[in-house]
């Protein structure tokens, strides 16, 4: 019988998230700041290798399927965003080429990239934010460090970054926190989301 592992928090994994959820409450977006988030990757992986940084990968996945019913709702016939959480547990069970990956992964993110350049998409912002989100996952899961190389400070915010930068994370909380062609994010939804995305999801990341 599959006994799935206890959830195990370093002590400085636990002192960091409790820090990082005290500083998004008081935070005027109620945002998870760049540094913060790529402290919390870092120690997430802090006893495996970082070539293979599976819990990262794991929560990444966990994050982007939970704004998948954005982009469903929305692109009934599209099936984009599920192949590529598909393909990305199929890479993480080694399944599936990583190279086969990369090729798909880099014809969904042009497909996405134009899907959001249309006019058709602004009234349903939001769907596209969660496709974005399915792209980057399957891209974290192949090996991508979206912060890597970029020089981060407990000033820099998101908006300061490529969006070659944002993480799955990000991704998501726009799918989830903003309303409609609005590119705004609504600041109690973006609390809503990290506090899961806190609380829940990276406990969950734990347990693969």
């Known amino acids: 019988m599959h006994h799935k592992r206890k959830t195990q928090f ?3 994994l ?3 998230i409790q820090r990082v959820k005290s500083e998004m409450m008081t935070h005027s977006e109620h945002a998870i700041i760049p540094v913060n988030r790529r402290a919390i990757y870092h120690l997430l992986d802090v006893n495996n290798s970082l070539a293979d940084r599976p819990v990262f990968k794991k929560l990444s996945m966990i994050t982007a399927q ?6 469903q709702n929305t692109r009934h016939t599209d099936a984009t965003a599920e192949h590529m959480l ?4 199929m890479v993480l069970e080694n399944k599936m080429s990583p190279n086969a990956a990369k090729t ?7 497909k996405i990239e134009n899907l959001g350049a249309s006019e058709e998409v602004w009234s349903t912002r939001n769907a596209f934010y969660a496709g974005q989100a399915s792209v980057e996952c399957l891209m974290e899961v192949l090996g991508k ?3 890597e190389d970029v020089l981060l400070n407990n000033d820099s915010t998101d908006s300061d970054l490529d969006p070659w930068s944002s993480d799955t994370a990000l991704w998501a909380v726009a799918a989830y926190a903003r309303s409609g062609s609005d590119r705004k994010s609504d600041s109690s939804s973006c609390q809503d989301f990290w506090k899961w995305w806190l609380q829940d999801a990276i406990p969950q990341s734990l347990n693969f």
């Open 66 to 71: 939970y704004v998948l019913p954005i982009w």
């Open 145 to 147: 460090d979206p912060f």
């Open 104 to 110: 798909e992964a880099s014809k969904a993110w042009e």
């Open 86 to 89: 598909h393909l990305a547990e």
């Open 14 to 16: 636990e002192k960091t």
């Open 10 to 12: 370093s002590r400085e």
